[in-house]
């Protein structure tokens, strides 16, 4: 009998391209299975409409009364979309989306039933939800998760269930979610902008985050992932020895796609449309089976739940083209991971991305005004990034085999670098002349408003300015975009509210608007001097660098997490209202437990692969060999018989030596996860699970793969990278 292993392959081989539902325009099916404004309109009386839209635009609350109507008019039409359930559904820190389903469905009286669905199903909900991860907040009082309706985040129907988003949060009102604190973060970035704004521009009465996330992944054909226990239960393959060709040829990076990924594309492509997510963009990425999705980019609220139900689409649409979707960081050794970019900037009611240079002075000034700040905020936050992106899967791709590296640094490009360094050098402390005035109005005027930089940019550094927008490039494949864009908009929040206060002391004792402008970005410039970083971030010399410049290196996750527990980070986040210092720990203590837990199951999946699938193939390799040796000498006599088997007898050898050192590590590895297991408390376990027990994993690798090259082909059970990257 074939092994699972050399069925899968065949079952491979003998794959066709699924075909796919939908082949009309996509300008006809763009958002229908959303609750959008238009559907609104059509559906809602006047005066709910109304409500509706001040809700969103403006977060006021809806009443009891127009909350019914809005829930009547969702389930009628949802109704139309063949829809028999609604589910609240909400983003728990486990870091996937969680939904509960009810039906529409409610009897009334013997034999007839009736579709119900109202207000007070609509604005929140009690979902049995005690398991989901709460560090402690819930405990101690006796009561469960609420999920509550946000109006900003239009309904869906998918898979004949109304979605609702909300956030989700515990009877006391405390965040046990992503979506309540980024909400929470967005208000304040909002306030601190628009208020920074007025200097320039009195109309301006809104801004909006503005998120383009790009999606990296990697397909694997579903019967070569179910043979790989490593890929089922982490998501990434633990053993495997590198394929002769990888990635070195660059021959996948922007290749044709074959059809069988074409027809997957295309699908989940379709159900994205229909969703309103505008995804634009597909292409493979650097690595073989490595492909890349984004959108447009939208309001970041909006964005970041249009990011979770793409991954959720695609997840489900890759297995009925017979694939399975990997959004681990690091799925295969020695090729390039994943990453999720977070384009962001910060966009005004008046129509002006205000991290676009302008057409004029004035609006190039406020242009650098939100330029400058953004760039103090990494500066005096840059360990709060790192936090953010800290997670057990992104700490093989920061600062490990592959960048951008765990050192948080800020591309700006050459021209934005001079004009930065002018006003360094140019802008005096006491009143300036009318000259130097006139001079350095027109250096910032001359900021062509595409800049040169913005087609051969930076691609090693995590967080790049690319012309109209900053690119933060170390956040991770499988993250929940909250995380980042929660400390970013945070930070930024903090800064600009700073900003204000300086520039309107500055104008108090006697200097010009713009004067006092500049003078303050001056100061800002100076101050945040050392987080610019234009040179290779990939490189040796940039690590010993950013040591000399003073700049943190925190290359794991336990390490990276417990700046939480800082009081001034914990005052950060207070002041900008955004988490209480309870969230933050709760939320620090679901991190560090969350990544024991990955290193634990890797470590158990380590330990069973060895048993039951190296050291047989291992074994009864040997035999075959050993079979052979006594073979020869029997028929060739000791001398020659020796002779002739001496290459088997080597492989003998080495397949003992790399088994015994195979065996021996993971036995060591098992007693030092005992040890860390009894220690008390997430964060000491998590820094015992990166310190004495992930340690082990490399070098148990090192053995295995050896074996892998050893052993006979057909011996080996688990698929190999090369039919894993290389089959489509
Ligand atoms: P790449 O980084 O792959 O070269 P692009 O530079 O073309 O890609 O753009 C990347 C992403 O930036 C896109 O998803 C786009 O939606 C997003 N983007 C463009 N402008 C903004 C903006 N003002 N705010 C947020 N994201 C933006
Ligand atoms: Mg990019």
């Known amino acids: 009998m074939a092994s699972q292993r050399m069925q899968a392959y065949y079952d491979v081989l003998h794959r066709t391209p699924k075909s796919i539902s939908y082949d009309g325009k996509i300008s006809e099916i763009f958002g229908e299975n959303v609750f959008n404004t238009d559907v609104m309109r059509e559906y809602l009386p006047s005066e709910a409409y109304k409500s509706m839209m001040a809700s969103i635009n403006n977060g006021t609350q809806l009443d009891r009364k127009m909350a019914d109507q809005v829930a009547s008019a969702m389930k009628d039409w949802s109704l139309t979309k063949g829809a028999t359930h609604y589910t609240h559904w909400f983003q728990p820190l486990t870091g996937a989306t969680a939904e509960k389903h009810d039906a529409f469905f409610k009897p009334v009286g013997p034999g007839k039933a009736i579709e119900r669905f109202d207000g007070?199903?609509?604005?929140?909900?009690?979902?049995?939800?005690?398991?989901?991860?709460?560090?402690?907040?819930?405990?101690?009082?006796?009561?469960?998760?609420?999920?509550?309706?946000?109006?900003?985040?239009?309904?869906?129907?998918?898979?004949?269930?109304l979605c609702i988003p909300t956030v989700f949060i515990a009877y006391t009102g405390e965040a046990l979610d992503y979506k309540m604190p980024l909400l929470k973060a967005?208000?304040?970035v909002n306030e601190a902008a628009v208020d920074v704004c007025q200097y320039f521009d009195k109309n301006v009465t809104k801004t909006v985050a503005t998120l383009g996330w790009e999606?990296?992944?990697?397909?694997?054909?579903?019967?070569l992932f179910n043979a790989r226990p490593d890929l089922m239960m982490?998501?990434?393959?633990?053993?495997?020895?590198?394929?002769?060709?990888?990635?070195?040829?660059?021959?996948h990076y922007f290749g044709s796609i074959t059809a069988r990924v074409t027809a997957f594309m295309r699908e989940f492509e379709t159900e994205s449309i229909r969703l309103g997510i505008p995804v634009t963009t597909r292409h493979n990425e650097v690595a073989p089976n490595q492909f890349e999705c984004a959108p447009i980019f939208e309001e970041c609220n909006l964005a970041n739940d249009h990011n979770l139900l793409l991954m959720d689409i695609m997840e489900k649409v890759a297995r009925k083209h017979d694939f399975r979707i990997l959004f681990h960081e690091k799925p295969f050794a020695g090729v390039n991971g994943s990453g999720k970019h977070n384009n962001w900037s910060l966009s005004t009611n008046t129509g002006v991305n205000l991290l676009a240079p302008g057409k004029n002075p004035k609006s190039n000034l406020q242009f650098l005004t939100f330029f400058v700040n953004t760039i103090k905020a990494i500066h005096d936050n840059a360990d709060l990034l790192r936090a953010a992106i800290a997670g057990a899967?992104?700490?093989?791709?920061?600062?490990?085999?592959?960048?951008?590296?765990?050192i948080i640094s800020a591309f700006i490009g050459s021209q934005l670098t001079d004009l930065l360094d002018k006003i360094e050098k140019n802008v005096k402390a006491g009143k300036m002349t009318p000259e130097e005035k006139t001079e350095l109005k027109l250096n910032i005027g001359k900021i062509p408003q595409i800049l040169l930089d913005n087609t051969d940019r930076n691609r090693t550094s995590p967080f790049a300015?690319?012309?109209?927008?900053?690119?933060?490039?170390?956040?991770?494949?499988?993250?929940?975009?909250?995380?980042a864009m929660i400390v970013l908009n945070t930070i930024m929040a903090r800064q600009l509210k700073e900003f204000k206060v300086s520039v309107d002391s500055r104008i108090g004792s006697g200097d010009s608007k713009d004067e006092a402008i500049l003078k303050e970005l001056q100061k800002l410039i100076k101050e945040s001097k050392k987080i610019r970083f234009e040179g290779n971030g990939y490189g040796e010399e940039w690590v010993k660098e950013a040591e000399q410049r003073g700049l943190s290196n925190l290359k794991d996750t336990p390490r990276a997490l417990q700046i939480w527990a800082n009081k001034d980070v914990q005052d950060l986040f207070e002041e900008m209202n955004v988490l209480t210092p309870r969230e933050l720990v709760a939320r620090q203590d679901i991190e560090f437990e969350n990544y024991v837990h990955k290193i634990q199951i890797e470590a158990r999946v380590i330990g069973d692969m060895i048993q039951n699938f190296i050291i047989p193939a291992a074994v009864q390799y040997q035999n075959k060999l050993i079979k052979n040796i006594t073979g020869l000498m029997a028929v060739l006599g000791d001398k020659a018989g020796k002779e002739a088997s001496r290459s088997q007898v080597e492989i003998v050898a080495s397949i003992s030596e790399h088994m015994n050192k195979m065996k021996a590590l993971s036995d060591e590895m098992l007693a030092s996860r005992k040890k860390a297991n009894k220690l008390e408390g997430n964060e000491s376990k998590a820094i015992a699970y990166c310190d004495s027990v992930k340690v082990y994993f490399d070098e148990i690798r090192y053995n295995v793969d050896k074996l892998e090259l050893l052993i006979d082909d057909e011996e080996w059970r688990l698929p190999k990278f090369r039919e894993m990257l290389f089959t489509r």
């Open 120 to 161: 007070e199903l609509l604005v929140q909900q009690e979902p049995d939800a005690s398991s989901f991860p709460n560090g402690g907040i819930r405990n101690t009082f006796e009561a469960r998760g609420y999920t509550a309706w946000d109006p900003s985040s239009p309904a869906f129907v998918v898979d004949k269930t």
């Open 186 to 188: 967005l208000d304040a």
């Open 215 to 223: 999606q990296e992944y990697f397909l694997v054909d579903k019967a």
């Open 234 to 251: 982490t998501g990434r393959t633990l053993f495997g020895h590198a394929s002769a060709k990888g990635q070195q040829l660059d021959d």
């Open 393 to 406: 899967g992104n700490d093989h791709r920061l600062g490990a085999n592959e960048a951008p590296p765990a």
């Open 465 to 483: 300015f690319t012309g109209n927008k900053f690119e933060f490039r170390a956040v991770g494949s499988s993250a929940n975009c909250s995380s």
